[in-house]
């Protein structure tokens, strides 16, 4: 468990608002081992709740455990002798016994509807005639995105016009992942391999370097992370070798819809409905340049520590089921190295003093040109251009990155002689004296020791 509930603020405050203006149907629904649970138990802290968690079991063992629940919860032996298979029976009994203000928590409910669909209309019916005339908070909560978006909020859904507010659960910011962690350059350096879920940070957090934990958690057979993109994927898809192939394609550098339709060996057309549900479901993520054409976008894992596991698991499999795979500091150095500037874009857009607050905040990329952070606020037609280096930099070093970037910013396309720029570098580290040499020739500069004092 984790010692110390690190934010979901904005969460909760939504939460006890629809606590505060019951009757309320709330979904909660995110990504596997995201954090929905604890949010709940967190705050349901010192409330009258009833709080069911689904297996993943057929409909009669679920029913048989709801019976079990509540004849504990109500202190009623009873309860267990009731005969029925239907969910409306039983739910519309809770209704009954539930006589204060209370909240009722269904946690993994899409097991729920995978074990019978009919529960969806069943909770609508016992909604509308009981539930709904009740000082009650419903919450339903659930893992597999794409039923809960079929099943509970799309237009087709019995509960449609029903719920009073759903939450889509997000990975941690950066800087709140950090938070996991006494050591700060660990806690970054962990962050970068298997990104925001709190689940994930709690494994990094068992271990004290990134030797340490790809040597025992990715590069073991026994290993946390091992066959991870194996469970994440047979939960939320049918076409398993599909789907993995397609994230092969995109972890191998194939980007574009062409590209990884050639990887896969499928028609480019029939590959969008499973880039969409790979999209949905958290792994992949579509991104654009921040200034461009939208029909330039391409396609990169979401999903940090599926990321790490193509880069270093998939490559090094055999090894690995042998007991002799290795540690490659390089191999790693890489991955970070991509993945700081992923982090940096956030960093830019939501907690680094620029001279300016940011509007929108992105990579550019134009042919063989890029840059790795872009910042603008088209309304004071300010714009900042950052290069990201996960490595020491000195002062000659710095400069001539600098020089190099304000020859690319010439390419970028907005408001062309009718801008103000700034010009900057995010860097692993850098002496005192440089960041003084720079900030006098009016450049911005970071390293991991200003990040640190974001937190």
């Not at 020491?392 to 408001?415: F, Q």
Request: charged share 30%; proline share 3%; with cysteine.
């Amino acid at each position: 468990m984790i010692s110390k509930f690190i934010n979901r603020e904005e969460e909760l405050k939504y939460l006890e608002l629809e606590w505060r203006n019951t009757p309320s149907l709330v979904i909660i629904y995110g990504i596997r081992r995201i954090g929905k649970t604890r949010l709940i138990e967190k705050f349901i802290e010192g409330k009258p709740a009833f709080k069911y968690t689904f297996p993943d079991a057929n409909k009669k063992i679920q029913l048989n455990e709801f019976k079990e629940k509540m004849s504990r919860y109500f202190n009623e032996p009873l309860i267990l002798k009731i005969e029925t298979d239907s969910w409306h029976d039983i739910l519309s009994l809770l209704s009954d016994k539930i006589t204060g203000k209370t909240c009722i928590v269904l946690d993994e409910f899409t097991y729920a509807i995978k074990s019978d669909g009919k529960i969806v209309s069943d909770i609508q019916r016992v909604w509308d005639e009981k539930l709904s005339k009740k000082n009650v908070m419903l919450i339903l909560c659930g893992s597999l995105l794409g039923l809960m978006k079929k099943k509970v909020l799309s237009k087709t859904s019995p509960l449609y016009g029903r719920r009073t507010r759903d939450l889509l659960i997000q990975e941690l910011s950066f800087l709140d992942s950090t938070k996991f962690f006494r050591n700060f350059n660990y806690a970054v350096e962990a962050y970068l391999l298997v990104g925001g879920i709190p689940e994930y940070l709690l494994v990094a957090r068992k271990h004290s370097t990134i030797k340490q934990l790809v040597e025992q958690e990715f590069l073991n057979r026994n290993g946390y992370f091992y066959r991870e993109p194996y469970f994440l994927l047979f939960q939320q898809v049918k076409e398993f070798k599909t789907y993995f192939s397609i994230l092969q394609a995109i972890a191998f550098g194939n980007t574009k819809p062409t590209e990884i339709a050639n990887f896969t060996g499928m028609e480019t057309r029939k590959i969008f409905p499973y880039l969409e549900t790979l999209m949905e479901i958290g792994v992949i993520k579509r991104e654009t340049p921040v200034i461009g054409k939208e029909k330039r976008g391409v396609y990169k894992l979401k999903n940090k520590a599926v990321n790490t596991w193509f880069n270093i698991v998939y490559k090094n499999r055999e090894e690995i089921e042998r007991g002799t795979a290795i540690f490659n500091q390089n191999q790693v150095n890489t991955l970070l190295g991509r993945e700081f500037e992923e982090a940096c874009i956030e960093l830019v857009g939501k907690n680094l003093q620029l001279p300016f607050k940011p509007e929108k905040t992105g990579r550019w990329w134009l042919k063989d040109l890029e840059i790795d952070v872009v910042a603008l606020n088209q309304k004071e037609r300010k714009i900042a251009f950052i290069e990201v280096k996960w490595k020491e930099v000195n002062e000659k070093e710095a400069l001539k990155i600098l020089r190099d970037l304000e020859e690319k910013a010439k390419k970028v396309s907005w408001n062309l002689n009718n801008r103000k720029e700034y010009y900057g570098i995010i860097t692993k580290r850098a002496s005192s004296s440089t960041k003084e040499k720079l900030v006098e020739k009016e450049y911005l500069i970071w390293d991991l020791k200003d990040i640190k004092k974001l937190r």
